[in-house]
């Protein structure tokens, strides 16, 4: 096979595993699927060929002769690899959790749920078939032309207040954006936010998305509903000090109160360059908008950066929300996280809530907010006020029996927010 991605009908995916049967193994489900496979058995053959392989997806063994996974990590971040990563591994779940950590930190596409060994067909299976239509075929000039055309649509995750009386509360939602592209359907924000980001374009998008959440906060308030709408910045724009001017202005010119507007922001952007940042996120304070550490416990952030700057809720990454039920050391950070912010005076909200068993574990916890598919998927600004007066008024969630909001909208599941 060639390793030419210019000539390919079809995805490539790219192997790195030393064991040649884990390898073979992975190779055949994989072009069942529908990729074109390349397997290397050591990290500096890999190394040799990776300009040549044209990966849109590669599976890393982190245990490999030569330059072991986590230099690969680093080699690949270095060379900005926009190709999703698949983690897989015979170690224990807090090395591989580390090792997608520090993948993330060097900006890799590390996808949240890595492969570990042993794993079956059905695992595979799951990790790749998600990707076979989402490969590849996005460049700058698309994003450009998406936003010139208003093809980018936001939807809104309803965020549920956990502590109110019946916990059925619609307390906030989450501006989420998509893109509705013409020929391809709806590509989730995983396959353009981080070429935007590569490309310079995140003021841009994020500009698209603040317009039409805080026309949609508008419409909202004018029909009685006072919740929040949390918008994602991304740490691009923080090196732009008149953000918090500009932001306000827009507030006021739609007739929005500050105060109902959250603005979120990832741990790692955040602790990028705290003395750069605390400028911004206290002035945007000042001015009334609420301010959300989002993927809290991901990130390096240390309890003296936390205390200084002006967060007032903080969001446990659903990574380990998720693993509620299945793993004894997820259940204590998200209990210690919990706690945490109650010591601070922060308000908490859990995401990633997809089972009863995991809203039970938050909500016996403390924890203030949820959001998750539990609770509903990403949904069109039309259908929120029909869900915010649904549960004022039938108490959808009363006794603990759910009642499931609908799934509308068309929404992957995703670790990137905008």
Sequence with gaps: MTNNSQNRSRPALVIVD???????????????????????????????????????????????????????????????????IIVTSGSDSRTIASAQALGKQHKLDILQKPLAKPFLIEDIEKA???????????????????????????????????????????????????????????????????????????????????????????????????????INLDGALFDDLTLPDRMHARAQSVGVPTQMLTLEVTESAAM??????????????????????????????????????????????????????????????????????????IKICAEGIENQAMLDFVRKCGCHLGQGYLFSKPVEQSLISNLAHRFSHDGAWEGGKSTPMPQAGISPRSSQNI
């Design 18 to 84: 030393d064991e040649a049967d884990v390898a073979d193994f992975i190779q055949d489900v994989a072009s069942g699927i529908g990729f074109d496979v390349a397997v290397y058995n050591d990290g500096n053959t890999f190394e040799r060929g990776y300009e040549q392989c044209g990966a849109s997806v590669i599976i890393l063994d982190l245990n490999l002769p030569g330059h072991d996974g986590i230099e690969l990590l680093r080699f690949l971040g270095e060379r900005a690899c926009q190709a999703k």
């Design 128 to 230: 790749l078939k998600p990707l076979i239509g989402h490969t590849g075929g996005i460049s700058g000039a698309d994003i450009r032309n998406a936003i010139r055309n208003d093809e980018l649509i936001v939807l809104y995750q309803p965020k549920v207040d956990l502590l109110s009386d019946n916990g059925s509360r619609l307390a906030g939602v989450e501006a989420l954006v998509r893109w509705r592209r013409p020929g391809h359907g709806m590509v989730p924000p995983d396959m353009f936010i981080p070429i935007a980001q590569r490309e310079g374009l995140m003021t841009e998008l994020t500009n698209v998305v603040v317009e039409q959440s805080i026309a949609a906060a508008r419409a909202w308030k004018d029909d009685g509903l006072g919740f929040t709408v949390s």
């Design 272 to 345: 990028a360059d705290p003395d750069a940042t605390m400028d911004i996120l206290t002035r945007l304070r000042v001015k009334g908008f609420n301010l959300s550490m989002d993927d809290f416990g991901t990130g390096y952030s240390s309890l003296v950066q936390l205390y200084r700057l002006p967060f007032n809720e903080l969001k446990i990454d659903k990574s380990f929300v998720m693993d509620i039920g299945n793993n004894a050391e997820a259940e204590i950070i998200v209990e210690t996280l919990i706690c945490l912010g109650q010591k601070l005076g």
